[in-house]
Each structure stands twice: as structure tokens, then as C-alpha cells.
């Protein structure tokens, strides 16, 4: 059951990340960050939903576009900026960007930019997990394109061969980079459809309906935790900016999606639909969500600002962590 209070601390967790990426994103456009970077702008209530329902004992990896599952799994602002910086106080010290993050202090493991990595590395977590005869989950988030991969289909044929504690959570935002889904699948093939056929339980959810993604997270935590056994969950989101950078993709006369698609999409904000059951059900007013969202704001601000001016790494650390 989400509670009023429940619902109020995922909400304000779903602020702080939205803020987060957009003023991260604005920072970009200075040129201050020389790397890659892949925004989650408008996939925020999928994190926020599924991490609200694991353990800080649970671990989690992540994928190129990771910024909102390392915040929703209890990172810090401050050291996401100073990695984009790369600055020393970094997460990864600098050394990672934005696409190879890790914080072990708050269970987030790893994320990388290789397709289906995420899923792999999990499903290795998960099968320690059960050696040792823990309680804990291991958690993958990856994009529908990993489900053209051959190593997703060997990690869930282990998975549940092996009987592994692990969630598997596909944002379907309907695109590899450029190419919709409609081109690389059969019209009626369905990712969940084939999950299933490897006796794997599995949900369809709307990823940007905050409690559906937490309701559905629950189920699948309680039953992985109950039944030692994998769970798979897809959620239907979109990316609001281009794939990799900070810019909408009409603003650079991209083609492959039109204005009226993504402008669509934003009209199914997870944040504003959050926000108006809150106030539609007497759990916030408007001021109270706007005053949340200022002082959200003031905190990122002063966080980036503190992180720019961190320190480089010293090049007589160059060569450690190498392997």
C-alpha cells in the first residue's frame, strides 16, 4: 500500500532527479564536460518506483543513460556533477564520465555503455546472492534495444535455470538511438512475450505512472525475495532530449521523431502526474509542491557549483585501477 507519506517522499525523490538532469543538462551546453552524456529527462518515475521497493543491501546496474538510477538509489547530486566535471570527488574519481558510474556506498554497482552488460553483470551479483544464501537482490536496468542482444537471452536462460534472485527492468522508450522499435521488431513481437517463455514472471507497466511503477516493483521484490526465482518488469516510458547531449532533437532538425511525438509524450510528464494526485487527493497543495521544488533546486545549484570548482585528479594516479 502507498501511504500519503510514501507518496510524498517518491515524489520529492522524483523532483531532485528531474531538477538535477535538467540544470546538469544546461550546464552541458557550456561545454564544461567532456563526456559523453545521455540525459533521462522524462524516464524519472521508473528508477524512483522500482529503488523505492529494494533495500539499501540490493545492488544495481545501470546502462549508458544512467543518471537517474544512480540518484534514485540514494546518490549524490554533488558527486554525479563532479564525475560529469571530472573532478576527483567524482563518483568514479573522475575517471568514469557519465556512462561508467559507480557508488558502492549506496548499492550502485556499475553502469556501461555495452548493450546488455547491465543484465550480465546483475545476473552475476544474483548468483553470488544465492551461493551465499542472502536475502539480497541484484537489479538490472537496461533499454529495449538490449532485448536484441544475445547475452539478455543467455542471462535469463541462467537466471532461471539457476533460480537467481535478480529484477530485470526494461525501459521501452520505443528507441535504439534513432530507430523505433517499429523497424527492428515485428509488428505484434513483444519483449515481455519472449521473457516469458524462459518461465520468468513478468509485468507491463506505464513507466511514467510513479505508483504503478512502485506497486509493480513491489510484486516483483516480494515474490524474487519469497521464491528465489528471477522477475522481469517492462515499463513503457520516453526520453524526452536527443539520445546523446542536451538538446531536443527538433531543435537540430533531426527527423527520425517529430515535435508532435515528443510533446506528446511530455504531456504524460511522470512528475506533473505525480504532482496532480497529490493535489487531487489532499495529500499537497501547489504551494507546498512549489516551495519543495525551490528548495530542491537551491540544494542541486549549490551542489554543481561546489563541484566545478573540486580539484582534478592527480596524474600520479593515472595508471592505478587499471587492470
Known amino acids: ?30 561545454q564544461e564536460m567532456r563526456t559523453p552524456t545521455h540525459f533521462g529527462l522524462g524516464q524519472e518515475a521508473v528508477p524512483v518506483g522500482v529503488c523505492a521497493a529494494l533495500k539499501r543491501t540490493d545492488v544495481a546496474y545501470s546502462h549508458h543513460r544512467s543518471h537517474n538510477h544512480y540518484l534514485a538509489k540514494g546518490g549524490s547530486v554533488y558527486r554525479l556533477a563532479a564525475e560529469l566535471f571530472g573532478r576527483a570527488t567524482g563518483c568514479s574519481g573522475g575517471r568514469g564520465g557519465s556512462v561508467h558510474l559507480t557508488d558502492r556506498e549506496c548499492g550502485f554497482i556499475a553502469s556501461s555503455a555495452i548493450l546488455a552488460e547491465a543484465v550480465a553483470a546483475a545476473t552475476g551479483s544474483a548468483l ?14 537496461f533499454g529495449d534495444a538490449v532485448a536484441e542482444e544475445g547475452a539478455f537471452y543467455e542471462c535469463l536462460g541462467y537466471a532461471s535455470l539457476k533460480n537467481l534472485p ?36 513478468t509485468r507491463e507497466v506505464d513507466g511514467n505512472d510513479l505508483r504503478a511503477v512502485y506497486e509493480a516493483a513491489v510484486e ?37 521523431r517529430t515535435k508532435e511525438e515528443v510533446d506528446g509524450w511530455m504531456a504524460r510528464c511522470p512528475v506533473k502526474r505525480s504532482a496532480a494526485y497529490l493535489v487531487d487527493n489532499g495529500i499537497a497543495t501547489q504551494d507546498q509542491l512549489s516551495t519543495w ?31
Open 293 to 323: 521544488e525551490a528548495e530542491i533546486q537551491a540544494r542541486i545549484d549549490a551542489d554543481v557549483a561546489r563541484a566545478y570548482n573540486d580539484p582534478w585528479p592527480d596524474p600520479q594516479h593515472l595508471m592505478e585501477h587499471v587492470y
Open 128 to 141: 553470488s546472492f544465492a551461493m551465499d544464501g542472502s536475502d539480497r537482490i541484484s537489479t538490472a536496468f
Open 220 to 256: 516483483a521484490v516480494t515474490a524474487i525475495r519469497r521464491d528465489s526465482r528471477p522477475f522481469f518488469l517492462e515499463c513503457a516510458t520516453y526520453r524526452w532530449l536527443e539520445h546523446v547531449g542536451p538538446w531536443f532533437d527538433h531543435e537540430l532538425k533531426r527527423t527520425y
Open 166 to 201: 535478480v529484477l530485470f527492468i526494461c525501459e521501452n522508450n520505443g528507441y535504439a538511438t534513432e530507430s523505433p522499435l517499429s523497424i527492428r521488431q515485428p509488428e505484434k513481437a513483444s519483449i515481455t512475450g519472449r521473457v516469458a517463455a524462459f518461465d520468468i514472471p
Open 1 to 30: 500500500m502507498i501511504t500519503p507519506e510514501l507518496h510524498l517522499q517518491m515524489h520529492k525523490e522524483l523532483i531532485r532527479i528531474r531538477r538535477a538532469e535538467a540544470t546538469l543538462a544546461e550546464r552541458y551546453k557550456k
